[in-house]
């Protein structure tokens, strides 16, 4: 997809399928580029702070090379007590998260940044890109308690080892989940209102504005 927001150019800065599709459902036209980061949490780094932390790496690392664009970003990680569950690296790791999902509710916390095509400019604060706007948004998932047989399948699958958390609500994974408390977009990756909210805050031309 190519086009322009009025004069100025939107970038969405991910390789997520998810994230294009739901910006897309915005009426939004915007080009894609993703930003390949280090995405390991710093020692004792509480989820709001680590998905705030790669948002805006990823819209930073996007921005320098495009520059006079907006860039969107965002991640999304599981949060279960005190434990981030970011993507599982393997079948094995699947079930394990399963198993402690299980009967229990977790949060999903995404971490949506928006740096503004400001140019040379400084930002505000040290270390802000100008025009930087950001936020984190939670929703409460409750798992269903799940049997052996359950988890096992759902693991032999393959959909998880992409998806935070190893499930996708979206998917062959729906059948997991008992309650949701939230926004359902965000679970699957961008928190449509919430995104829509930060491009309108930023002044980014929405489909409905007047010219
Ligand atoms: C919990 C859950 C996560 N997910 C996905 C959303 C995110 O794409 C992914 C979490 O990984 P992220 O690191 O947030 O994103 P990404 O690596 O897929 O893409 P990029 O960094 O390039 O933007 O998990 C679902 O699709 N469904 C779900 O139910």
Redesign the pocket.
Known sequence: MHTSVGQTRLVL????P??RELLGQLGLAFDVS??DID?TPHQGEAAPAYVLR?ARE?ARTVATRTPGAWVL??????VLGEELLG?PRDEAEVRDMMRRLSGRTHE?Q?GVALAGPGGEHPGEHPGEHPGEHFMVVRTRVTFRPLSAGEIAWYASTGESL????G????GK?GFLVAGIEGSPTN???LPLGETLELLARAGVPLPWSKP
Do not use: F, N, P
């Open positions: 800065a991910s390789a997520s998810r994230r993703a930003a995405e790669l990823k970003a965002a991640d999304t990680t599981v993507k999903v995404t992409d998806k935070a958390g499930y996708a609500i979206q994974g679970v699957i990756g």
